[in-house]
Structure formats: C-alpha cells, structure tokens
C-alpha cells in the first residue's frame, strides 16, 4: 500500500484556534466517503511559521500551498484536487492581490530562512515517531551511544560553535563540559520550555511540531555528562505542546529509545514532564530548578551555578528547546557542516516569533548574521500598510529597541548587544510611526513589574517605581528629575538584582533612551505625543472657521462633552473629554482636530 | 585537617581566608565593612537587598559579597564611585517602599535600614513612595506583623521555616506585592506560629516586633490600688546590659533589682528562684517515673511555652512524655499570689504580677489555660521582655550603670547555680541532673558540672552514670532540632524498641532562653557565647549549686507546699496540655 498524495494540515496552536482540528477531522471524513483512504495521507503537523495566512493545508506531491482555509473549503479541495487534480486557485497563496499565485519555493516569506531547528515542522506528525526517524530522527542518538565518547560530543558541540539559544548565549559545549566534570552520584538533564516573553512561541512550536528533537538531544547529553533522568519544565498553558511530549516520551519508551537500556546498550536515561504555573521568572535557570524542586519559584545567587550545584544540589546541565532542537542535526550532519552558517561569533541560525506592524507574522528561523532589513522587508513583507518603520524590539522584554539605523546591522548575540539589544530568547516585534515609545516601554514594565518574583529589592522596587516614573510622563506629569531617575534606576536595577529578569528588566528604558530621548523629551516640555498613543496628552479641539453647527459631532460623542446648538460653532468642555476620537470620525468638514 | 588557606585582593590589600569564606567575611579581615540589609550570621545568604555588590575582576557582572565565596586570587573591589552610587540608589528605593514613621516606630534607633540611611547620608527622597498596603496583624498575644514596614529582606522565612521548622511564616505574592505571612494569608493566630519571636529578634527593621506591653506595667505601678511584684528570668542578667553598653554576658543581676524597686515594684522575685522549685517538682517527676515506671518515659521539660505550644500542634503523641510541672514564670507567679499573698496578708487580686522574660512566647503562655490562673485569678498579669524593659528603663530616666547593687526579696528570690543555667541550652538537664543524682542516691554529685549537655551543638546526648544506673539524656535547641530527637523516639515507641533517652530537655530558641526572641537584638553565636558564659559563671560562683540546696525552696515546701509532686503542689505548680491542630479556620 503507497500513498500517492499528501495532505499536510498545520496542527500548530495558532491554525488549531482557527479550526484547523476541524478540518482535519472533515478531510478524514472525506477521504473515507470517497475511498481515497488508500491513496491519501493527511498528516496533521507542526506550524508552517506563515502563521498570518494560517489555517495552512500544503499538498504533496504537487506542491499546493492552500492558505487561510476555512472548514467550508474542504470538500472543494477534495473533490477538485484530490479527486480530479484541479487546484483550488482561490486558496492558494499570493503575494499580493495582483500578483498570481507562486510556487512554494518562490514565497518571499521562506526563502531567506533556513531551517534546522523547525526542520520538522509543518513536515512530520508529531505524534508518530517513525515519521520523526525517518528523516534521520535517533540517528544522532546512536551515534553518541555506539560511535562517540562523552568527549567526541563534547569536541563536536565545541566546533560547531553552538551557542545558548535562551537568552545570553552561553557557548553550550562549555555548559555540557562543566556539568560532565563535576563528581556525583546523580546528575541531573533539564529543558527549559517556559517561554515566555509576550508574542513568542519559538519553543511551543518546535515542541508541538517535532518533540523528539528535544528528546533525542536530552537523552545525548545525559550520555555525554553521565545523568540518567531528565525533566522538561513546560508552562501549563502549552497543552498542546505537554501533550505531543507525552505521545513522544511513550512512543520512545515503546521503541527503547528512552527507559532502560536505551538501543540495548547499558545506558538509561528517563525523562519526566514538570508543569510549571505560568510565572515568567521561572524561565531563569535557578528560578526553575526551585519549581522543580517544589519550591516557590524565586532565583537563587549564581555562583554556585546549576553545572556545579542545580537541581536538588546535583550536577544539572540546563539548555532551552531551541538549543536542544539543534543538538541532533549537529551530530548528524556534522559540527563542520553548521560552523559554517552564521557569522563568526553566533553559528546556525536563530528562530524568531515575528510580530508587531508587520505583513507577514509568523515564525521564521533564519541564518544568523541575516539582517533586521531582510527580515522586515524580505520575510516579513514589510511594514503593515505602508507606515514607516520605527525600531523592533528583539529579547522581549529583558531587551531594547532596534532603530532604523541598524536595519542592516547582521544580527548576532554581539552585534545586538553593541546596540543596547539582546538575542534574548527570540521575540521581535516591529514598530510603526503610529506607537509610541513611552507607551511600548510602559508596555514592557508592566510586564516585568507583574512578573517579578520580588525578592530582590532592585527588581521589585525599581520596576515599580520606573513604571511609575513612566505613568508620570505619559501623563503630562514629567520633569527633568524623571529622566534622570529613570536613568539612575535603571543602571542600579541592571547592576544590583539577582537575577537575568531583574538585571535586564530596565533594557528598554536605557535603549530607548538611547535612541529617543527626544520622543521622551517631547512628552515632557511639551507636554505631547506626537504619535497620539499617550491619551492625556491629547486634545481634541474644533477650528471655528470649519464648524458649521451640524450637531454630528455632539450627537456621537458619548459623554456630551461637545456644547453647540444648530449652526453655531461647537466646542468641546476638556473637562469632559474621554478622548475617545468619536467626533474626528463624525466630522464630515475635518474641523475636529487632534493634537 | 587543617583548613586550606587562599590568598584574595581585596581593594588592593592581600587576605589570607580559608577556602569557603565569603567575600563578605573575607573583606572584614581587610578591615572593610561591605554594607548589607538582608544578611544574617545565623542564616544563609538570599541575597535579596543587593546592597553588597561587588566587582570581582574578569567578571562582568557585580556579585553579591554575602552570597560568593572568595577564590584564590580574585581581585574584589568592594567600594568605588559606580558601586557607591548603585548602593544608595537601591538603599533609596528601599526607603521609597517603606513607611517614612521613625519617629513612631518601635525600632527607632534599633533600625538596620535606619541606620545605613544614616551611613549613606541620605537627605532626601527622589523616588516617589510606593507602599504596600497592608493590615497590621495583631492576631497573637505575642507579636505584630506591620507589613508595609516589611522590606521583603527574607529573614523572617528562614528562621520560621528552616531555624525554627514551623512554616508560619511564607513568601505570599509576587512582584511588588510579595508579602510575609501565614500560607493562605491566615492571620499569625490561626497559623503553626508558636509566638517564639525569632522572626522579631531578627528583623532588621519594624515589620515584625513584640507587642509592646510597657504602658500595661506602668499603669500597674502607677495604680494605689495595686500591690506590683516582678520577676525576670535568668538569661535576662546576662543581655539586660547590652542595651547600657555593657559586654554581652556581663552579669548585671544585683543591679536589675535596683532597678526594678526604683521603678516602683513593691517586692523584686528572681525566676531562677522558681527554676530551682521547678527542678524539685520536674526532678521528683523524673525519679519516680525511672525508679517506678520506666514504661512511661521519656519525660520531656516543659518550660519552654514555644516548645509547649509545638508539641500541642505537631507531636500530640507525645503529650503522655511531657513533664506536668510549669515553668519558672508560672511556678513564681502562683506562689506569689497565694504563698507571698498569705504572708503578707494580701489580696491576690490586688497583686499585679509582671514578669520580665527573654522571650515573645511567655506573653501567650501566661493564658494559656486555666492552670496558669491557679490561684484563682491570672497569676502573671502582664509579661515584658528584656528589650521592652531596656526601654521602660530609659524612659523612666534611670542612669542604670550608676546604679547600685540591690538584692532580691528572699522569699521568692534566693537561687542556686542550678535556678540560673536554666538560662541557657542543657542547664535544665544539667540543673535535673543534680538533683536527680541526689534524689536516686541520697548523695550529693562530686562535680556538679555536666560538661555533654553543654554548648551550642544542635543536639546534644550524654550517659550520666548515677552510681551504676546509666540514664541517657538528649538535649535540642532551636526548633528544627527537636525533629530529628522527637522522631526517633516515636519511632522507637511504634516499634516496640528500647527507647533511646530516659529524659529530654528541649529550648525553642538556638541557644536556649538567652537566645530568646524577646533579647537586645542582634544576636550571634559569638553573642549567645558570651551570654552563656555569663550564665555559668554566674553558676559556678553561686553557694549552693544544687536546686534542693536552695534553703528558700526548702522552706517553702516546709511551709506551704508540704513536699514536691504534693497535692498542694500539684494545683499550683503543675499543669495540662491538650492537642490543638492547626489549619482548622
């Protein structure tokens, strides 16, 4: 029995909230009423990254990409494609309303990454482990085990110049070599996969679109360092992601490639799932290994670090997912093979959740050293109708902003370091002329303050109070001492708290600082947001020589702060005003204005 | 082994530590004070203040110096302009995140942050106050929880979870709005909180203090009505001092009776008085358990009121083993309104009884139940502890160190050396011991000095050979040492086994009552040395050394309490204990 045709639904989160569970529920529905159930494959896999056009539905072998697919579009693509091999036009991608449809290989969107850590995805059921070893899937592992001592792997990582994925890119092999050189009778493997920066979803998608990458790679470093037990803290909230883990870790079990005796060999290694709560600062390696132990999740000083002294005091060598995902394929096709991808200091390449003002949002992995420029403009399709670009945000909220002048500056851990930025785990999102940058960085403080473990005075006091300080000038309520305290805060937050979130918490103060102190500055002397995000600093006021006294105005405005009767000229009470904008829109001789 | 020494540059200057010394201990030997706020000898590092940052060379980030252990040639910079400036901006965020009440705070002048303030020179607030809002609990009779005073430094958690084991105190919250308190919020009271203090006697600040009783006393003294008595404890004499001055452990005993007459009080007891009687009664409880009924040991010492409190929570197993007889405050206290009352043909309702204590957990003890009102109304009215004295004391304007040496009244104030060591960890074993020898043999221990059960070691076992009997004796201080004692005897018990100790003596406070939540603040090791110290010299120069040598305690039993474990003695000097679960609100 052979398949000739292949139906690849995305069963990422993004299209599964748009139905896509549904639609692979019809399509199985379909291609038994039809009798196709020999002849067609529909394989539900991990996400394609254009998650802007999702619902996604690729075709092979004839290379169909059907996107923004709604339920009601199955039976079309069944009857027309798979029954008589008539494409469904209307369904595939274009670029843009005028121009025709493109091959796969040909959207803009792909052609400038490169995958190795989402190699997978969008490729394979993630829920059956032979279509994970069938592209090279376990090969790695049996290497490490029959092949390569602890100290080949070690070398291998050690060329391939594989770098911490997690945030401050610390070289991996060295971690790996710590953790290996420490004496104990237990040692300890951990995946960090409580992501959480806002707007990222780089390791919830790589874990529901190919979990054994993360599991192959945990179980050759537990060879490599001498540990039989690791543990993946995931956060609750990735249901998808905890279930497609469990499906793996069984499937493994089943297979002998995780448990006892893994490949008959007299190396054993298990891995365990911990659900984590949600908490942000549980993404700090020492803040996690407590929440493991069942502890409250706060961060513990540093040294001793987790290679020495981690989980339950033992040995624990602690890597995030995107770092585990690359650890298979550099062992297969060699450390050589992926030292050459990057730029000198970062090698391979970096997976980032796009977001923001942005055409194209989705996930992309490209080759480090692509510049902000490519992935804006190239990837990402450019900026959302046509507004100019402001800066992008990369590192989440640990991060800072990147301006226009670094949109060809190759993006690597220490070029966006050089620029007041950080790799950080992988979250970018674009900006526009229309935001603001007081009001993105009272965004990103909120967060931090909210996510705060409190338990350094830096971190939860200083959070608050550059928050506060933040309110104020968006407010109207800024001085000079403002800038200042911000600036004072924020160095002592960056060079007193205890942990990663405090210490870079205050990142985007001092970026855009750096680069838009005069936005700031506006919003202090003059009192004014150019881009009309901060509301208080708004007036809506009506040119008299405009008005003709129609009353449309007055009529829309929801808290009758518009005073006028029939062919006078109408004012608006300030004191009132909810600066809503209703008026603006009401007006049909623009004699509102906004200011 | 010798330690393996390595050498360190601190600003320039090359130490000499042992390996394992932190950059903070290290930098002392380089006679450089780094600044800190969270930081406890007694506990281990949280590191949370962030105010003892340091740069170490070759390293990019600034470590915190309580928390880093020096290694061999690390070169530390401990102050320069940038580590200065970062220091008060956090010290000025701390300050914005903390009531501005000195003046009406009962730390004022005893305050950690106060006093780096004072250091750093702070002269104004840059950052607008944020403070947390929060009720103040005032749940227990012992201590109040003032929670926007609460730095978060952490202290408190430790010492209640991992000093004491009794996990009433929790992180609750998150972020700016993290909090301490009881898991679930409860208040203090419906908490395992056994009213020990250590949490206030190590606070660096206001946020958990005892409850100030000093205006109940003063209305006392100042009622015409009332006939006002005191006592006060033995580690009292060996800390009282420290708020004059005076070394840590200096015996300032003669001038505390001074004292307390000047203040207004009609007759001055000594508790080691009463902790002589006690040893009578819990001793005489102890010989006729092991001659009589050994099925019925071990007999555990019930005069801790924290340790009480946590056996009713935790052990209630363990009920059967504890001793009846009350402590010292109580034993004073009933006889003073019924013996002391008889002599000197008073009413008892018109004796105000207060008690000076080294401890929080003796201002709950004192209504424990209706035993502690044996003579027909509350036998102490109110307790104070030593810090609450040291301020009455001041603000009664007694230039204490002019004082001179008073005495006691010798009705309920003689002592033996035995009375006094019941100050200190293993002295009420030591003290039963005594006596205990004497009661089994009828003679006298040729060296009354029971070395084992001293010190500060966790826990302590010995073998006393009572003229070829052995008796096995364990003593634990601090909380989370009973644990490891209380567990193998109930282990023993369910399995039937010989149990491993006849009799065991247990203080809630490391370090025993002269460690006590209710002491000048402050305490170490090196202070509860030098406080136990002056405990035992206070012993080794005391005549009689012996609890049944005290010809006071002999005359009371001649003419009011007949013998110990009596029937008279029974309803005044012993009492009842009954499980009380916790979580149950």
Known sequence: MAYNTFVLICGGTACESSKSDEMYKLLQKEIFDNNLKNEVQIVKTGCFGFCEQGPIIKILPSETFYVKVTPADIKEIVQEHLIKGRPVHRLEYKPSEDQGRVKIEDIEFYQKQFRIVLRNCGIIDPENINEYIAREGYVALEKAIFEMSPEDIINELKISGLRGRGGAGFPTWLKWNLTKQENADQKYVVCNADEGDPGAYMDRSTLEGDPHSVLEAMTICGKTIGANKGFIYIRAEYPLAITRLEIAINQAKELGLLGDNILGSEFSFDIEIRLGAGAFVCGEETALLRSIEGSRGMPTPRPPFPSVKGLWDKPTCINNVETWANIPVILTKGAEWFNKIGTDNSKGTKVFALTGKINNSGLIEVPMGTTLREIIYDIGGGIKDDKKFKAAQSGGPSGGVIPEQYLDTPIDYNNLVAIGSMMGSGGLIVMDEDDCIVDIVKFYLQFTVDESCGKCAPCRIGGKQLLSILEDISCGRGTEQSIKNLKDISIAMNNASLCGLGQTASNPVMSTLKYFEKEYREHIEQKKCSSGKCKSLMTFTIVADKCIGCTACARKCPVNAIIGTVKQVHIIDQSKCIKCGACVTACKFDAVIKG | ?585
């Open chain 2, 1 to 585: 082994m010798t330690e393996k020494m390595i050498k360190v540059k601190i600003n320039g200057i090359e130490v000499e530590v042992p390996e394992g010394t932190s950059i903070l201990d290290a930098a002392k030997q380089a006679c450089i004070k780094i600044p800190t706020l969270c930081y406890h000898e007694d506990l281990l590092p949280t590191a949370s203040c962030g105010l003892c940052i340091v740069k170490i060379k070759g390293m990019n980030k600034k470590v915190r110096a309580c928390a880093t252990n020096a290694e061999a040639g690390m070169e530390i910079t401990t102050h320069d302009a940038e580590l200065y400036n970062i220091r008060k901006i956090v010290l000025e965020l701390i300050l914005s995140n903390h009531p501005n009440e000195c003046l009406t705070c009962q730390r004022n002048g005893k305050c950690e942050l106060q006093t780096l303030a004072k250091e750093f020179g702070i002269r104004e607030q840059n950052f607008a106050p944020q403070l947390k809002q929060k009720a103040i609990d005032s749940s227990t009779t012992s201590l109040i929880l003032d929670r926007q005073k609460c730095i978060s430094c952490g202290r408190c958690v430790q010492v209640c979870q991992d000093m004491q084991d009794v996990w009433a105190l929790e992180f609750i919250g998150r972020g700016f709005d993290m909090n301490i308190a009881p898991a679930g919020d409860l208040q203090l009271n419906d908490s395992p909180c056994v009213k020990c203090g250590q949490c206030s006697a190590h606070c660096p600040v206001g946020a958990i203090v005892e409850k100030d009783e000093v205006d109940k006393v003063w209305d006392g003294l100042h009622d015409e009505t009332k006939h006002a008595v005191v006592q006060f404890a033995p580690a009292v004499r060996v800390a009282f001092g420290e708020g004059f001055d005076y070394e840590s452990g200096e015996i300032v005993t003669n001038k505390i009776y001074t004292l307390l007459r000047q203040l207004g009080f009609k007759a001055v007891f000594d508790t080691n008085f009463s902790a002589d009687l006690t040893i009578m009664e819990e001793g005489a409880e102890f010989v006729d358990k092991f001659l009589n009924n050994p099925a019925s040991l071990p007999l555990i010492t019930s005069c801790c009121p924290s340790w009480v409190d946590y056996l009713e929570k935790y052990y209630p197993c363990m009920i059967e083993n504890f001793s009846t007889a009350k402590s010292p405050q109580q034993m004073l206290s009933a006889l003073a309104k019924t013996y002391y009352a008889e002599k000197n043909g008073l009413d008892p309702k018109d004796i105000f009884m207060v008690s000076v204590m080294p401890c929080t957990a003796k201002k709950y003890e004192i209504s424990r139940d209706e035993n502690m009102s044996a003579s027909g109304i509350q036998d102490t009215d109110v307790v104070i502890t030593t810090r609450e004295l040291v301020r009455m004391t001041k603000s009664a304007g007694v230039i204490f160190d002019h004082l001179k040496e008073g005495k006691a009244d010798s009705l309920l104030g003689e002592y033996s050396g035995a009375g006094t060591i019941f100050g200190v960890t293993g002295g009420v074993m030591e003290a039963a011991i005594r006596s205990a020898y004497y009661l089994i043999t009828k003679e006298d221990l040729a060296d009354v000095d029971i070395k084992p059960v001293r010190g500060l070691k966790g826990v302590k076992e010995a073998e006393i050979d009572i003229k070829g009997t052995k008796v096995r004796v364990a003593v634990a201080h601090g909380l989370s040492n009973v644990k490891k004692v209380m567990n193998k005897v109930k282990k023993a018990k369910e399995n039937g086994e010989e149990i491993p100790w006849h009799f065991i003596e247990v203080m809630a406070c490391p370090g025993g009552c002269i460690g006590g939540g209710g002491q000048p603040y402050g305490v170490t090791n090196t202070i509860r040395k030098k406080r136990t110290e002056g405990i035992y010299n206070d012993d080794k120069k005391s005549k009689a050394r012996c609890s049944h040598h005290n010809p006071m305690v002999q005359k009371v039993y001649e003419e009011f309490l007949d013998h110990p474990n009596s029937h008279k003695a029974h309803e005044l000097l012993h009492t009842s204990y009954t499980h009380r679960p916790v979580y149950l609100k």
